[in-house]
């Protein structure tokens, strides 16, 4: 899962069968083929080309209203030794794609770039994909209100409850029948429509965070379609919980997270940034500064909000435990609540541009998360839940619990989540961090669980989100690489140690 933030702010040999699809189901039109071309507003790769597809809004009426997916792609470098299509299946939920390919190619080794076609797009609502809005303002798009932090005396608050109210009713109105649409299940229907599109009867993918849900609903809806998928910082496929696990497991993705952060802010390398002389007085430190902001936040202008108050803290370490390079940002918000320097320069604030891609992230996010599974309408629930949690998980204080706008949700799932099984080739490899804030460890063993034999999971010894050519690892980069390359995974599932 993805935290959107601002200022202090996610068979294994199968032979590939190019020019040939996969029968249409009854009723659908043939999907019409990329016309590639230059992107629009350039792209970060010169190499790099775009087009737009159709699909339908409802994949139960084939033949109603439409919206255009935005989708780009790569070449394959040496087109002798091209395998197929390696789409790349971004996170989120509401995370854009587009750019996808050039950001992968700066990044996977040169064996990957010759045997594949790099392939992106912007799911439905998001970027170019005909874009949702649920018309936010300003204020409740500010990083405290993405997720569902609790009042400060623990509550769930009504404040955090006339949020959720009114984001559920913003989104009602102004977002729409592609709002409504916006589900898993769809996303894969859409990922075929795109494997249809390029002419291809099986496709590779390279799934991360939210992405790995819809990968392996992908590989759950057509496993016959599917040639090697790559699932990369995993979500837990719960068939009943779905989101409500997802959201539920920041409190234990946190607590695996933060001792790598209170042992690097307790040692020399944090340098000026230092917060104590060991892990365990960082964690009171922390603790303590977001007591302190709780009762007295900070004055900041410029921000959005414009106070740095204790959820503002909490938000800011939280996103901060995704990378190590993040480090410094979470230390120096402490060292300002302990007034030993002042709060950063928020910089300037987002363009029109920004804006707009912020609200239909956010609109996307909120709709998948409302979409896929039914959440509880007791709001009496939330509260006790926020009480046991905040006692459970101080660190993230009741957040991965409490109630969001799906609790206030206008419509219900149209269709169950994704029940992911071992039905299918055996063509999975899963890659996973052991102390991963947003996808923890133990969610990713349930999604193995679920795959049976179809999987194998290569665990690394690393913190942080996103495993695959991310964290320095060589024997787990390997190991993906050569899955990638020749569809040879390990026997059974590896482990990975920390690197050096």
């Not at 400060?152 to 109105?173: F, M």
């Not at 990369?232 to 952060?261: H, K, Y």
Request: with cysteine; charged share 20%.
């Amino acid at each position: 899962m993805r935290i959107t933030r601002r200022g202090a702010a996610l068979a294994a040999t199968t032979t590939v069968l190019l020019g040939l699809t996969a029968p249409l189901a009854a009723g659908a039109s043939a999907p019409d083929r990329p016309a590639w071309g230059a992107c629009a507003g350039g792209a970060p790769d010169g190499r790099q080309q775009c087009a737009e597809l159709t699909v339908p809004i409802d994949y139960a009426q084939p033949a109603g209203p439409t919206l255009r997916l935005a989708v780009s792609r790569i070449p394959a470098a040496r087109p002798d030794q091209r395998r197929g299509a390696l789409v790349l299946i971004p996170g989120g939920p509401g995370g854009s794609g587009l750019n996808g390919p050039s950001s992968a190619a700066k990044r996977l080794p040169q064996s990957v770039l010759d045997r594949y076609d790099l392939i992106g797009f912007d799911p439905r609502g998001v970027g170019r994909s005909s874009p949702v809005s649920c018309g936010l303002d300003h204020a409740d798009l500010a990083p405290g209100k993405l997720l569902p932090w609790p009042a400060p005396d623990g509550q769930g608050g009504d404040a955090n409850l006339a949020t959720g109210q009114r984001v559920a009713d913003r989104c009602a109105a102004n977002g729409g029948p592609v709002l409504r649409s916006i589900t898993t299940r769809n996303e894969a229907r859409d990922l075929d429509r795109i494997r249809q599109a390029l002419g291809e009867r099986r496709i590779s993918a390279w799934a991360t965070s939210y992405g790995t849900y819809a990968g392996a609903a992908y590989a759950t809806m057509f496993p016959d379609r599917t040639d090697r998928i790559l699932l990369d910082s995993n979500d837990n496929p719960d068939p009943v919980l779905a989101e409500r696990s997802w959201l539920a497991a920041f409190a234990t993705g946190a607590e695996d997270r933060f001792p790598d952060f209170a042992a690097w802010a307790s040692s020399p390398e944090a340098g000026e940034l230092r917060i104590a002389d060991t892990p365990e007085q960082v964690r009171t430190a922390y603790l303590t500064a977001a007591r302190q902001l709780d009762a007295a936040p900070l004055p900041w202008p410029g921000n959005n909000p414009s106070v740095l108050d204790g959820n503002g803290l909490r938000g800011t370490m939280l996103n901060g435990l995704y990378a190590d390079a993040r480090f410094p940002a979470v230390a120096a918000l402490i060292q300002a609540a302990q007034g030993r320097r002042p709060l950063p320069d928020p910089g300037p604030a987002p363009d029109a541009a920004a804006l707009a891609q912020l609200q239909s992230s956010t609109a996307v996010s909120a709709a998948t998360l409302c979409n896929d599974v039914a959440w509880p309408r007791d709001l009496g629930s939330y509260a006790t839940a926020v009480a046991a949690d905040r006692v459970a998980h101080p660190l993230t204080a009741g957040m991965p619990v409490n109630a969001t706008a799906c609790a206030f949700w206008h419509w219900q799932p149209a269709e169950p989540p994704v029940r992911v099984t071992s039905d299918g080739p055996s063509n999975v490899l899963l890659v996973q961090n052991l102390r991963d804030p947003a996808t923890p460890y133990a969610g990713a063993l349930k999604l193995r669980a679920a795959f049976g034999d179809r999987a194998r999971m290569v665990a690394v010894d690393s913190g942080g989100h996103g495993a695959y050519l991310a964290n320095g690892n060589a024997c787990g980069d390997a190991l993906v690489t050569e899955f990638l390359t020749t569809g040879h995974r390990p026997a059974r599932d590896a482990f990975c140690p920390k690197a050096g």
